[in-house]
């Protein structure tokens, strides 16, 4: 592997954990959301194969993406890290958090901006310059295989006398779309 490959296969949006460099020195932990390179852009010369992530508001992502310029994208099949990194604030002294699968040291720059609901949002390019499988069995959270499984979960309730219809169909319209 050279310091420029992703360490796991990335197709469509994967989940990842990022730490990025605060102004305190700490490293924050927060959940990343991976979009993988389009395939059919990418033949047709449409697009190039960069790796690229959301930033969704001024939260410290990014801040620490627009000031340092990178951080550690890291998976791992730890729940608890994941919903920590999502829905907590946590600062570490290192940037690899313990028990992590793979991780991949990247800088980024930014690609394009806009505003949705009021909220301004960021892409980002992400460039791997440096990565390290810690185990040979790399996992990934991929959007659309739990799409899959609550979309199941969902048809399996219509009908379902105890359970509102409508709001079961929301449900499958919504997942539809990862």
Known sequence: MTVTEWPVELRGITESIVTTEGPNGLWNVAALGLHAPDADDAEHGESDSSVRARTWGRTRTWRNFRERGGGYVQFTRDPVDFVEAALAVREEADPILNGVDAWVRVDVSRVEEGESGGTQWIDWRLEPRESSVERQVVPTTNRGHAA???????????????????????????????
């Open 148 to 178: 899959v499984v609550e979309s199941t979960v969902a048809a399996s309730r219509l009908g379902v006398e105890s359970y509102d219809t409508e709001r079961l169909r929301e449900r499958l319209e919504y997942f539809e779309d990862a």
